[in-house]
Each structure stands twice: as structure tokens, then as C-alpha cells.
């Protein structure tokens, strides 16, 4: 099972979670899609999940999780790693996104009570503060660095909104009735965002001093699959000119296993 698909900045390469299904264990690999090679990040039995993308490309943010949460530093040349954020008492974290200026970026945590809180977190301290309120997720931000989309159930439904970067000043929201998983297309200038049902919906963006959203278009209906864990947080992700996406899809039923039902099973143990 593949989980969290990212492009890498130049939309070459692929970071993914990967589930050993025998094992269970949870891996990142990235993925060249120009000449189909496979490298495997990450070796330990933690659950290793959630890839983002430092900007220049060289380097890979994972969320490792053993006894604890915490977020690691994978460099592609050495594969040297460093412990960027413990995630300390709350019950997991996870590095959405990074800023252009690769100081700061976005960590969706997962609170004990079951709540999601966005916070900014500086890269090289690890030190974090709130940024979106409680039950937000999924920040992205803007390609110049100067918005961040996030998702938020203040409403009683997942909706998209953006804020300013880094103050977090402000609020618009994006989608109505309902939207998650919020992707910039890299030359700023569209959202895109899944609806309650799956809906790819693009976001036309004005650019300017302010921030000016046109009406959410639907561009088709992705065949994604529902989320599995609390860090299955993206099924998609879009190539750097908007074109093309990459899509998280269920195994066709005709590929899937057959589904065993056991009846009175209580009795064929007592046998």
C-alpha cells in the first residue's frame, strides 16, 4: 500500500509511504519517473511516513514515528540524517510543507484528544508556534511564500481557507461545501483542492498585493481512496505546470483479493 505521493520541485522525481504488507512496516521510497528507478530513504522497523520536499530538491523531511513522533532530515546525496522536531507529548506530527526560503515550514499535529493543530515550525531550531487553531491540517504554502492554504472544520465541515505566510494574519475561505488536501500549482496562479466526493477542483488565483480567489471549477473526479491512518493526509499531487496529476487510487476490485466471510466462527475454534 502507497501513501502521501509528492513531487519532487522539478516534478521528476516522486516521494511515497510505502507499506511492506507481510511486515507491516512503513517505509518512504522515492520514485524517478523518467528512468522508473526506485530508491529506498528510510530502513528502520518505525513507522516512517509523510515525505516533504525541501525546495532545492536535495533533501527529504520524514515523520518517524517509534516510541514517539519526531520529523528527520534525509539528505538524497548522503543520506545523512538529522532530528529536525521531536513531537514530544502530543501523539504524532507531520511536515506538510516548506517554505521557499527553507527556514520555516508547516506541521500538521495530532493531538492525544484526537484533534489536528497546525504550527509553524523553524527548521533549524525545531522550535514550533501556533499557526491555524485547533482542528487545522494539510498547510500548504504558496509557492513565492507568501500564502498558506490549510484545511479547518470551524464550520462542522473540512474546508480549504488561506492566510497570510508567514504572520498567518487574515483568513479567506476557498471551497463551500466542503475541501481537503489543498496543492498550489507552482506558478501561484491555481488551488487545487478535493472535494467531499472526490472532485478534483481548481481555484483560479489573482495575483496582486491581496489575495483574490475566482469560483472553484471541478476538473473531474479523482479515483482516489479513502484515508487509512491519521498520516494518510494527501492522495494527489500535481505536476509544476497544473497539467498533470498524480493520484492515489484504490486496487481495482478485480485486482483485489477475494474477501473471506466466517460464520459462527465461535464454534469452529470450540471444535
Known amino acids: 500500500m502507497q501513501s502521501n505521493p509528492t513531487l519532487s520541485p522539478d516534478g521528476k522525481r516522486v516521494a511515497i509511504d510505502s507499506t511492506d504488507l507481510a511486515t507491516n512496516n512503513v517505509d518512504i521510497f522515492v520514485q524517478d519517473l523518467q528512468q522508473a528507478t ?3 530513504l528510510t530502513f528502520s522497523p518505525a513507522e516512517d511516513a509523510g515525505p ?7 533533501a527529504v523531511y520524514v515523520r518517524t514515528y517509534d516510541s514517539h513522533g519526531h520529523i ?3 539528505e538524497l546525496g548522503t ?3 538529522r532530528t529536525v522536531m521531536e513531537a514530544g507529548g502530543v501523539a504524532d506530527a507531520l511536515l506538510t510543507s516548506i517554505a521557499p526560503d527553507r527556514q520555516t515550514g508547516l ?3 495530532n493531538n492525544q484528544d484526537g484533534t489536528y493543530q497546525l504550527k509553524k515550525i523553524n527548521l533549524t531550531t525545531g522550535k514550533t508556534e501556533d499557526f491555524a487553531g485547533t482542528n487545522s491540517r494539510c498547510g500548504a504554502i504558496s509557492p513565492d511564500g507568501k500564502w498558506a492554504a490549510y484545511v479547518s472544520t470551524e464550520s462542522g465541515l473540512d474546508e480549504v481557507y488561506v492566510t497570510t505566510y508567514p504572520a498567518g494574519k487574515g483568513k479567506w475561505q476557498v471551497s463551500r461545501g466542503g475541501g481537503n488536501e489543498p496543492r498550489w500549482r507552482r506558478d501561484g496562479k491555481e488551488l487545487f483542492f478535493l472535494g467531499p466526493l472526490h472532485q478534483l477542483m481548481a481555484v483560479p488565483l489573482s495575483k496582486g498585493e491581496g489575495f483574490s480567489a475566482g469560483t472553484p471549477v471541478q476538473l473531474f473526479v479523482a479515483p482516489a481512496r479513502e484515508a487509512v491512518s491519521s498520516t494518510d493526509f494527501m492522495n494527489y499531487d500535481v505536476t509544476p505546470d497544473g497539467q498533470r496529476f498524480l493520484i492515489n487510487k484504490p486496487i481495482d476490485a478485480a485486482e483485489a483479493p477475494p474477501l473471506k466471510i466466517i460464520l459462527n ?4 475454534v470450540a471444535k
Open 52 to 58: 516533504a520536499w525541501d525546495p532545492g530538491g536535495n
Open 72 to 74: 528527520d532530515r534525509i
Open 38 to 40: 526506485r530508491t529506498r
Open 79 to 81: 543520506m545523512a540524517t
Open 265 to 268: 466462527w465461535p464454534a469452529e
Open 107 to 109: 506541521v500538521s499535529f
